[in-house]
């Protein structure tokens, strides 16, 4: 494996925030809302605990697509580069997809807390990009 890309780093680390800022973000929100719908929104360490592996798998997901984009890059053939292309894409996908399964079907993660921080990196990117234009 080469060496880390300084773009590949900075990237991963702004994602970190958005992801990090994200999943807190959605601890308060379902603090504030539990109260409300107490038969619906679950807060407890199920929550916490879907947070961290849900955010931690939103991390890994875009460092592991940094790295591939790096290696890609260095790849002079170009059906090749789609083929590796395609099969990061492939394994990210399943990644997270399994991630999702394991979310929903055990019963010691808050599905919710756990699905959402998959969406926090996307998130993050487009609202940056919004602020700064």
Known sequence: ???LQPAVKKETQKVVVYTVVGVVLMWGVLFL???TMPDKIVFDYTTILAGIIGGGVAILNFF???ISVQNIAATEDQDLAKKKMKTSYSQRM???LIWVVIAIA???FYF???ILPLLFPS???KFMA???K
């Open 112 to 114: 919710v807390a756990g």
């Open 106 to 108: 055990a019963p010691c």
């Open 64 to 66: 592991l697509m940094g």
């Open 33 to 35: 809302l539990r109260p």
């Open 1 to 3: 494996m080469s060496i």
């Open 130 to 132: 919004v602020i700064k």
């Open 94 to 96: 399943a990644l997270q």
């Open 123 to 125: 998130l993050g990117i």
